[in-house]
C-alpha cells in the first residue's frame, strides 16, 4: 500500500525533501504519478519548488513527464511558474538551472516505471459488513483470524458485502457509500464461503470484486473505476469543489465530510459569498458545473442561488450529491489557464 498515517508516503516525501525516502519509496513500487490533493502530481511539485535530486529521481524511476495538472500544465511547464522567477536566493535559482538540464537530457528518453509486488495476504486487513450472514462470518473471522477484524479500520483493505444473485451491492447507508469510494477493495460475501472450503482461494480475491451498485433504484458499474482511480491516486475528484451544507441537524454530517474531504473538495464553515471565488471557474473535473456545491434537503429557499446569473452555484440534496459522486462522470476543464476558484490565487 502507498499510504501511511493515512498520507500518501510519496507525496509526502517530495514535501519533506527527503530524496533518499523518495528513491526507497519509487524502487518499492508505488505509484509515481499520484496526484495531491491540490491537483499536482510529485514530479510537478518538485519542479515547481526546485528539488533538482527529487525530479532526477522521478524522471529516472519513470514519472509521466506529459501529465497534466489542475492549471493544465506539464511538470517542465512548472518551471515557468511565479514561483521560480520570483527567487533571488542564488542557490535555488541554481536548482532551477539543474532542473533544467535534467529535462533536456532525458527528452528523448523512456524510463521504466516501478511495478509494485503483488501484495500479499499476510498483509490483508479484512472487514465484513453487518448486512452478511452472522454464521458465515463468524466463521470466517475464526478461521482468517490474524487478518480479518470486526472493526472498521484506516488500515482497512478489503470490506466484504453481501450482494444479490446478479452480484449487485444494495447501498443502504451514506457510510456505505463512503467506503466505497474510499478505494477499499470491495469483494462478494460468496468469497468467504469459498475460503472456508479451501483456505488458497484467500489469495483469489480479485475474483470475487463486486463491480456494481444499486442505489434508490439506479445501478452504477463504477466500483472497480472508482477503486483503480484512488489506488493509483488521479486527479482528486472533488478538486476545485467547494461544499456548504444547510441542513439542521444533518445526521450524515461526518460521513459527508470525510467523502468531500478524501476526494479533494474543502468544507466550508460558512455559507460562501460569491465575492470570495472567481466568477467563471469550475471545478477541474467538473467543467459544466459551478464550484460552490450547496448541499440541502429542500426545506431551505434557495431559489436565488440556483438562479444566479454566473452559474457559481451547484445545489444538490444528499440523495443527489451521491447519485453525482457514485455517476463518476468527468468533464475536464481544457481552457489553456483554468480560473482558480478562489480570487487569492491556487485553491
Not at 51 to 66: F, P, Q, W
Not at 140 to 165: G, K, R, W
Request: aromatic fraction near 10%; glycine fraction near 4%; hydrophobic fraction near 35%.
Amino acid at each position: 500500500m502507498d499510504r501511511q498515517d493515512g498520507q500518501n508516503a510519496l507525496i509526502e516525501a517530495v514535501r519533506e525533501i527527503h530524496a533518499s525516502h523518495v528513491r526507497e519509496i519509487v524502487r518499492g513500487g508505488a505509484y509515481i504519478n499520484v496526484y495531491s490533493q491540490h491537483g499536482n502530481t510529485c514530479l510537478h511539485m518538485a519542479t515547481k519548488r526546485g528539488y533538482a535530486e527529487i525530479v532526477e529521481i522521478l524522471i529516472k524511476n519513470g514519472a509521466d513527464r506529459s501529465l497534466l495538472n489542475s492549471q493544465n500544465k506539464t511538470p517542465e511547464q512548472m518551471l515557468n511558474t511565479s514561483y521560480r522567477t520570483t527567487q533571488t536566493d542564488s542557490r535555488k535559482l541554481e536548482n532551477y538551472e539543474k532542473i533544467e538540464k535534467i529535462y533536456k537530457k532525458s527528452k528523448n528518453k523512456k524510463y521504466r516505471i516501478r511495478v509494485p509486488d503483488i501484495f500479499p495476504s499476510s498483509s490483508f486487513h479484512i472487514f465484513a459488513d453487518k448486512n452478511t450472514d452472522d454464521e458465515l462470518t463468524n466463521r470466517f473471522m475464526n478461521q482468517f483470524s490474524a487478518i480479518a477484524s470486526t472493526e472498521l479500520l484506516p488500515t482497512t483493505t478489503h470490506y466484504i458485502v453481501h450482494t444479490d444473485s446478479n452480484g449487485i451491492l444494495e447501498i443502504d447507508s451514506f457510510e456505505l457509500v463512503v467506503w466505497i469510494l474510499s478505494g477499499v477493495i470491495i469483494v462478494r460475501d460468496t468469497w468467504m464461503m469459498d475460503c472456508l472450503k479451501n483456505k488458497k482461494v484467500i489469495e483469489k480475491d480479485s475474483a470475487y470484486l463486486v463491480e456494481r451498485v444499486r442505489y434508490k433504484s439506479m445501478v452504477y458499474d463504477t466500483v472497480i473505476q472508482w477503486s483503480n482511480a484512488m489506488a493509483k491516486g488521479t486527479m482528486p475528484y472533488l478538486y476545485g469543489v467547494y461544499v456548504a451544507v444547510v441542513i439542521q441537524n444533518y445526521v450524515n454530517l461526518i460521513s459527508l465530510v470525510t467523502l468531500v474531504t478524501t476526494h479533494g473538495g474543502i468544507i466550508l464553515e460558512q455559507f460562501p459569498e460569491k465575492s470570495q471565488f472567481n466568477i467563471g471557474s469550475h471545478p477541474y473535473l467538473h467543467a459544466h458545473l459551478g464550484p460552490l456545491f450547496i448541499i440541502h434537503d429542500g426545506q431551505t429557499n434557495l431559489e436565488y442561488y440556483k438562479n444566479d446569473t454566473d452559474k457559481m452555484y451547484t445545489l444538490f440534496t444528499e440523495e443527489e450529491f451521491i447519485h453525482f459522486m457514485l455517476k463518476r462522470m468527468i468533464n475536464v476543464d481544457k481552457s489553456e489557464n483554468p480560473i482558480s476558484v478562489l480570487v487569492d490565487g491556487e485553491d
